[in-house]
């Protein structure tokens, strides 16, 4: 029996087109390069304890940083700012403890197939940076953050890769895709998001079509729900996006996934709240508040990458 989970829904909804050139392409055929093996060992490199829980400005998170750029290079998944000596950066400053603090963005691009449209975006993001050490903790004081959002990030990759490969084969995505992994979500009140989106976007603003985000999708919420490990929430608001609402519904029936698209029983924020702001239909995949959230805890050995697949 085939386990189609999250981040199937997500690549059929980022990349809800049919290829103009007749090649008969099946999504599911890609759905192997999203992998549990390389889901984890993306997240394990990202939450590694070298990466010092990834605090905004630190070596640790420039450390991840490069090794999410250095992904994307590999892959093949062009930077943005190709003249640049670090093309896949988009640096970040904001002020902390009465100085300014420089951080990064990365930001990758899949250029669309259509003359016009690869003019347009969607935006595919999570964010890089978590909460870094706290000297005052005895023993382990490091927050990882595998869950928050190391599996957001690891999840970019994949479905970057897998695009990219649907690409290849034939695959045509008429619209420009663009991997944007930020900085200053945590502590810094969404810093990457607002720069990309006030000062520097990829493609214009008056151009982005969607914003999908993905932050803490590796993790099931058993105070609310029990063992359930078939559902994902949805954060969306439907005065702006509720095409994306019932996109994802019909996705979900139609390919056979079936998951439970849930309300969360809490109200949280993240990156997609700055593009919301924008009027960007915006979509929030969670699988909502684990048990280690925002605890040292929060490592790669703890999530269920299953579900996450």
């Known amino acids: 029996m085939k386990v189609l989970q999250l981040l199937s829904l997500i690549l059929l909804v980022s990349c809800n087109t049919q290829p103009e050139n007749k090649i008969e392409l099946n999504p599911e055929d890609f759905f192997p390069l999203i992998s549990q093996e390389k889901l984890k060992r993306h997240v394990s490199i990202i939450a590694h304890d070298s990466t010092e829980g990834r605090g905004f400005g630190t070596n640790g998170l420039k450390k991840a940083a490069k090794y999410v750029a250095n992904t994307y290079k590999r892959i093949g998944i062009a930077p943005v700012n190709s003249t640049s000596s670090e093309p896949y950066y988009q640096p970040v400053t904001e002020v902390a403890d009465g100085k300014e603090v420089e951080s990064q963005n990365v930001i990758a691009l899949i250029e669309g197939s259509d003359d016009q449209l690869k ?24 927050y990882n953050g595998a869950a928050d959002d190391a599996s ?33 979500e945590e502590k810094h009140g969404r810093a990457g998001s607002r720069y990309y989106a006030q000062y520097d976007p990829a493609i214009p603003l008056n151009k982005t079509v969607a914003a999908i985000n993905m932050d803490g999708i590796a993790g099931i919420d058993t105070a609310n729900l029990g063992e359930n490990s078939n559902y994902v929430y949805m954060i969306i608001e439907d005065s702006i996006s509720i095409d994306l609402r019932r996109t994802n519904e019909r996705i979900n029936k139609e390919s056979g996934i079936n998951l439970e698209l849930l309300e969360p029983p809490f109200s949280f924020g993240s990156d997609h709240k700055v593009f919301e702001g924008w009027l960007i239909p915006s979509i929030y995949y969670s699988t909502g508040l684990t048990s280690n959230y925002h605890k040292v805890s929060d490592h790669a050995s703890t999530l269920d990458y299953s579900h996450a697949q």
């Open 119 to 142: 003019e347009e975006a969607i935006i595919v993001m999570a964010h890089l940076d978590h909460l870094g050490t706290d000297p005052e903790l005895e023993g382990d004081n490091i």
């Open 152 to 184: 957001g990030v690891a999840a970019c990759l994949l479905l970057a890769e897998a695009i990219d490969q649907a690409k290849k084969e034939g695959a045509q995505f008429k619209r420009s895709i663009v991997f944007l992994n930020t900085t200053g």
